[in-house]
């Protein structure tokens, strides 16, 4: 069983960055492919961002293509997610998420296994 880790979520008005963290002990955390979702209040789980295992490929939301930045160290078994131009619409709980190895990038939170427990990011305006 992978477990995951998020942190790095807190208030920020708007215009502002964060950088949400993705941890594991899991020891073949360099096989998983990646994502970032999040789900605000009332609305269904969302696609943020997604990377391979070995970090060569993304793919994000139209929203968020340009303000967030998915990136990856398997020496380090940590994800992250870069946020920058934060808007109040971004405000939800921010999940990372694995699939099963070297499976391919995936944007449907159904296609993925092991999920964190969620990090609040809430974006004042």
């Known amino acids: 069983q992978v477990q995951l880790v998020e942190s790095g979520g807190g208030s920020v008005q708007a215009g502002g960055s964060l950088r949400l963290s993705c941890t594991t002990s899991?020891?073949?955390?360099?096989?998983?492919?990646m994502g970032w979702f999040r789900q605000a209040p009332g609305k269904k789980r969302e696609f943020v961002a997604s990377?391979?295992?070995?970090?060569?490929?993304?793919r994000y939301a139209d929203s968020m293509a340009g303000r967030f930045t998915i990136s990856r160290d398997n020496t380090k078994t940590t994800m992250w997610l870069q946020m920058n131009s934060l808007k109040p619409e971004d405000t939800a709980i921010y999940f990372c998420?694995?699939?099963?190895?070297?499976?391919?990038?995936?944007?449907?939170?159904?296609?993925?296994?092991?999920w964190g427990q969620g990090t609040q990011v809430t974006v004042s305006s």
């Open positions: 998420a694995a699939r099963r190895p070297f499976s391919e990038l995936a944007t449907r939170a159904n296609e993925y296994t092991y």
């Open positions: 899991e020891g073949t955390f360099s096989t998983l492919p």
């Open positions: 990377i391979s295992n070995a970090g060569g490929v993304t």
